[in-house]
């Protein structure tokens, strides 16, 4: 392959801090099943900033909320939540149950089922972040799942969670909030306290602690995926407009320091003129002090001479979100498959699924593309089988049972299986 680095990142992995890490987040974890309440709610005032009598945003708390937030704003998320939706629902018509009779007397099928209980973290940080809840929440509703918690540390402005990401979780369908966050939320969702039940999933994006007590809570309880900074790939030719790409590389850049935006061109002419206008708008921005040092610290751009060799480069890096700004992008979509949601044509900004388009935007990161997709309505439902076998069929079927059964040295099930010949 001829693919000459342009730019690449210069961070490097401290391996200390990912120990101690580890280690701190087993101790909450610990702390939270040994000691339920009183643990959650020391951990709260401690990291959170929380003081209360209870976690669990009530009625009137979330009439509030909608009392305290700009009507635009709310009806932006109603517009949003009707996209998710939309697209939710289509997708569950495409799971369906199946029941068919292989041979006479053997009949095998499947049940689509929904999770009982789910959870969603929804970030806090320095704004909230409502599209997180409906990206966790919709989903889950749409497939049925009957309780679904939300959980979001509390702003610390006004010592709850912030009136946008209530409203949104409320809008979405959650029919339980808790004001709390961190490594010790998740604890709590995945091992239950005195005043909180545990959920059978927890889904949503968060900060390093919250990835690693996932990490550590999965088995426990499911998890959409371990997740990590936000990425973004972009393969580029001549015709795409270089503007739009650097505005898109400094979307992602601005989220996290250690975001990570890539660009592959064909094109160096078109390389220049993004690198110029990634300085020009660095220059605008009111987040460049974060975009700045994700791009200078985790950014990178290749040159290529063919863009069948991008998309080699691009299976390998396996992004999050992956971009074509090239002309006649269809011919090269059947050869894309590690991706967590795809961008096709200059107007398919990441930006638009992030909030609106439709589809979902928790999605995977650091190669996890390879193996899953992204949160949809599938994550909250199980495809279970079962077999209907009448006396013809066990007769058809135990021999071959019989035998396997006495290979293994299984002696009960031969004997269960020659019972029915």
Known sequence: MSIKPIKKPNHTIDYVDDIKLREGVSDILSEIQNKGDTALFNFCEKYDGFKGDSLKITKNEIKSAYK????????????????????ALIQKEAIL?????????????????P?????????????????????????????????????????????????ATVVAMDIAGATEIYCMGGAHAIGALAFGTQSITPADIIV???????????????????????AGPSEVLVIADDTADPKFIAADLLAQSEHDPQARGILISTDDKLVQNVTGYL??????????????????????IYLVDHVSEAVELSNEIAPEHLELHISN??????????YGS????????????????????????IRAARYTGGVWVGTFLKVVSYQKITQEGARELAPVASKLAELEGLYAHKLAADLRR
């Open 68 to 87: 305290n937030l700009d009507p635009k704003v709310i009806q932006a998320i109603k517009n949003a939540a009707r996209r998710i939706e939309q697209f």
């Open 97 to 113: 149950p199946k029941e068919v009779e292989l041979s006479p007397g053997i009949t095998l099928g499947h049940n689509i089922l």
């Open 115 to 163: 999770i009982s209980s789910s959870a969603s973290y929804v970030p806090g940080g320095r704004y909230p972040l409502p599209s997180s809840a409906l990206m966790s929440i919709i989903p889950a509703r749409v497939a049925g799942v009957e309780r679904i918690v939300a959980c979001s540390p509390p702003d610390g402005s006004i010592g709850t969670i912030n009136p």
């Open 204 to 226: 949503g994006p968060g900060n390093q602690w919250v990835t690693e007590a996932k990490r550590q809570v999965s088995g426990d309880v499911g998890i959409d995926f371990i």
């Open 279 to 300: 300085e020009e708008f660095l220059c605008q921005l009111q987040t460049a002090a974060i975009a700045r040092k994700a791009w200078e610290g985790n950014g990178e």
């Open 329 to 338: 992008p269809e011919t090269i979509i059947p050869k894309l498959n590690n």
């Open 342 to 365: 795809l961008f096709i044509g200059n107007w398919a900004a990441e930006v638009l699924g992030d909030y609106v388009s439709g589809t979902n935007h928790i999605l995977p990161t």
